[in-house]
C-alpha cells in the first residue's frame, strides 16, 4: 500500500506502508546510527517524534526484545529507505514489520532518506505527516503540521511506582524522565542498589530515603516544560548529596541552577558524535539523542563550567558543578549498543559517592 509523508513545508514523499495504517502527525527527526534501531525505536527520548533513519537498510538482523531499552516502542513513526523483510541472525525473535504493527507504529518505507535529511539539516526538524490516504488535500494539512507540539511527554513516558533493583554497593536514587534500561544496568552491574522513582516524586521523598548518589535520566520533548520537576531538582542541588545527570537530566539541572536552554536547529541523534573532556584535552566518540542544548553563554562560571564540547559544532556536552559533587553529560555514556567510550563516567560518579572507582 502507497504511503506518504508530508511536510510542514509542502515537500510530500511517497513510498510504502510498513507497520500499522494509521495517520499520524509528528516532529521529524534523523538518526545517524548505522546499527541499534531497536534501541532507537525503545528510547523513550522519541516519544512525540518520528524517525528516519539514514542508514539505508534497516532490518536485517531482525528484532531481538533483550536489547529493548524500554518494554515498548516510542516513536510516533518510523521512516527508513529499505526495510529488510527476511531478516538474518539466530538471535531474532521477530521482523521489525511485525513489531511495528505489534505496538500500532505507522511507518513508510523505499521513500529518499537522504533528500529528507538534508531538508531537516537544511530548514531546520519540522512537524511531518504519515498517511495512507492518497486524496489528502495540502492546504487543510499544513495547518494542522505546524499547530502540531510534543507538549509535556515526561508523564507519557516515566515508571508509574518506585521499583528497586537490588545491589550490594551504594544506594543509587534513579529519576526515571524516559530511562533507557540500560543505565540502571550499568549501575547495577558496579554493584549499585537503584531505587527508581516516577518524574513527579518529591525531592523530600527521594532524600528521606537516604540514596549515596542521585542520577538524573534522559527523557522526551522541551526541557522548559517540566516546570515542576525543576523546582524538585532545585532541592535535590541543595541537599549535597552527589549527582550525575543525562541528557534530559542534564538540562534539568541547569535550569534548576539559572542557566538557560534552546531548541537546536536538527538535533545530535546517532552514535557517533565526537565529544571533549575540556579537562584531559582527550575525545571521545558519542551515542546522542537530543534536540536542545545548554547555553554556555549565559552560565554564571560561580555555578557550573563547561566540561564537555561537541567537536563538530561547539555546542556544550557536558557541565561540572562548582563547589558540588555533580557533573552533568548531554550524551550517553550508558549507550547500547555503542559506542561504550564514556562508559568510565560511571565510575566516576561511584567514586563520587565514595566509591571504588
Not at 158 to 167: I, M, W
Not at 231 to 257: N, W
Not at 318 to 335: D, M, R, S
Request: hydrophobic content about 35%; proline content about 6%; some cysteine.
Amino acid at each position: 500500500m502507497k504511503a506518504f509523508l508530508i511536510l510542514e513545508d509542502g515537500h510530500v514523499f511517497t513510498g510504502t506502508s510498513i507497520g500499522s495504517r494509521k495517520e499520524v502527525i509528528s516532529e521529524i527527526v534523523f538518526n545517524t546510527s548505522m546499527t541499534g534501531y531497536l534501541e532507537v525505536l525503545t528510547d523513550p527520548s522519541y516519544a512525540g517524534q518520528a524517525v528516519c533513519m539514514t542508514y539505508p537498510l534497516i532490518g536485517n538482523y531482525g528484532i531481538c526484545y533483550e536489547d529493548s531499552e524500554s518494554l515498548r516502542p516510542w516513536p510516533d513513526g518510523y521512516i527508513v529507505r529499505e526495510l529488510s523483510r527476511t531478516p538474518s541472525n539466530f538471535r531474532s525473535e521477530d521482523t521489525i514489520q511485525n513489531f511495528l504493527k505489534r505496538f500500532d507504529i505507522p511507518g513508510i518505507a523505499g521513500i529518499d532518506t537522504r533528500a529528507l535529511t538534508k531538508i531537516l539539516r537544511e530548514k531546520g526538524t519540522m512537524n511531518g505527516m504519515i498517511t495512507t490516504d492518497e486524496n489528502f488535500d495540502l492546504e487543510t494539512v499544513i495547518p494542522r503540521l505546524k499547530a502540531y507540539t510534543t507538549g509535556k511527554v515526561v508523564e507519557k513516558v516515566t515508571c508509574t511506582e518506585k521499583k528497586v533493583l537490588p545491589g550490594t554497593g551504594k544506594k543509587v536514587a534513579l529519576m526515571d524522565f524516559g530511562a533507557k534500561n540500560n543505565i540502571a544496568r550499568s549501575l547495577n552491574a558496579r554493584g549499585c542498589q537503584v531505587t527508581i522513582y516516577p518524574a513527579a516524586t518529591p525531592a523530600e521523598e527521594i532524600l528521606k530515603d537516604a540514596p549515596d548518589g542521585i542520577m538524573l535520566s534522559n527523557g522526551p520533548g522541551d526541557p522548559k516544560e517540566c516546570t515542576e520537576i525543576i523546582k524538585e531538582i532545585r532541592k535535590l542541588y541543595e541537599s549535597d548529596v552527589p549527582i550525575f545527570a543525562i541528557c534530559l537530566g542534564h538540562q534539568l539541572m541547569a535550569l534548576a541552577t539559572g542557566a538557560d536552554t534552546h531548541k537546536m536547529k536538527y538535533g545530535h541523534r546517532g552514535g557517533n558524535h565526537p565529544v571533549k573532556d575540556l579537562e584531559t584535552g582527550r575525545v571521545y566518540i558519542s551515542s546522542q539523542n537530543h534536540g536542545y542544548v545548554v547555553d554556555t553563554d549565559k552560565l554564571d562560571p560561580a555555578v557550573a563550567v563547561p566540561a564537555f564540547v561537541n567537536v563538530n559544532d561547539g555546542t556544550n556536552e557536558g557541565l561540572k558543578y562548582t563547589g558540588k559533587n555533580i557533573f552533568t553529560v548531554q550524551f550517553h555514556p550508558e549507550a547500547c549498543p555503542g559506542p561504550q567510550d564514556s562508559g568510565y563516567l560511571f565510575d566516576r560518579f561511584i567514586k563520587m559517592m565514595g566509591g571504588e572507582e
